[in-house]
């Protein structure tokens, strides 16, 4: 366990139906992210929250939609989804800011594998 | 613009070698860089970084990097590669602004080490 929980580990669902992604971290971070990883390309980053407040997003479509109601939690909700979309889905933590404290950066759940069907 | 470059798409090495995995950068400033493992459907795991101090940093699983400013690289390698070593390694390098920093990701090397 790296103190970053993402949970479920495996999701299948139609283009039509409504899910949502959950992450939890137990380390006392201030900044959590949304990446998304799909085969052969690089890791993309979806969103960036820093002390609960959205402070990145990366042209994401309207159908990810991210939430963090506090510190702790994170959640991306799922709607209307592409079979493109499918992909695993990796949350990170981090503390901010990091500059000389000798953080190890980010710190990632296990991710969640995304399939669209 | 601020990026990691990881020019190998795959390494092969046979158990017993020494293995390098290659990674350029290029930022403004002083580079934090990292190094990242992902086993198969698994997250990423942190393998070692550089801040500041010696050039060659030490780090999980018997790797070690080696910064060079010169030439903007901060390869990762591993004296005598396992079978087990065979997994995704990513380079990055973090980069800040206002709000705090964020991670730039290369685009991953997979590692094939065979018995």
């Known amino acids: 366990e790296t103190g970053v929980t993402q949970t479920p580990r495996h999701l299948v669902m139609g283009m039509t139906n409504k899910k949502s992604l959950k992450c939890e971290q137990h380390l006392g971070h201030n900044a959590m992210y949304w990446y998304k990883q799909s085969a052969k390309k690089p890791l993309e980053l979806m969103f960036v929250y820093s002390l609960e407040e959205r402070v990145e997003n990366n042209s994401v479509p309207s159908r990810f939609s991210p939430e963090c109601p506090n510190s702790s939690h994170l959640f991306l909700h799922l709607h209307t989804l592409q079979p493109e979309d499918s992909a695993l889905y990796l949350c990170?933590?981090?503390?901010?800011?990091?500059?000389?404290?000798?953080?190890?950066?980010?710190?990632f759940g296990s991710g969640t594998r995304l399939t669209v069907v | 613009a601020q990026s990691v470059a990881q020019p190998e798409d795959q390494v092969n090495v046979a158990e017993g070698n020494p293995l390098t995995v290659k990674c350029t950068y290029s930022?403004?400033?002083?580079?934090?860089l990292f190094w990242y493992v992902q086993y198969p459907n698994r997250g990423l795991q942190f393998l070692l970084k550089y801040i500041t101090g010696d050039n060659l940093v030490k780090g999980s699983y018997g790797f070690e990097a080696e910064f060079n400013k010169s030439q903007t690289s901060f390869h990762l390698k591993k004296p005598s590669a396992l079978v087990s070593d065979s997994a995704l390694y990513f380079c990055a390098v973090r980069v800040f602004y206002n709000q705090g920093g964020k991670l730039i990701f290369g685009q991953g090397t997979e590692l094939s080490v065979k018995p």
């Open positions: 930022v403004s400033g002083n580079p934090y």
């Open positions: 990170a933590s981090s503390q901010q800011p990091q500059a000389g404290t000798g953080k190890e950066g980010y710190t």
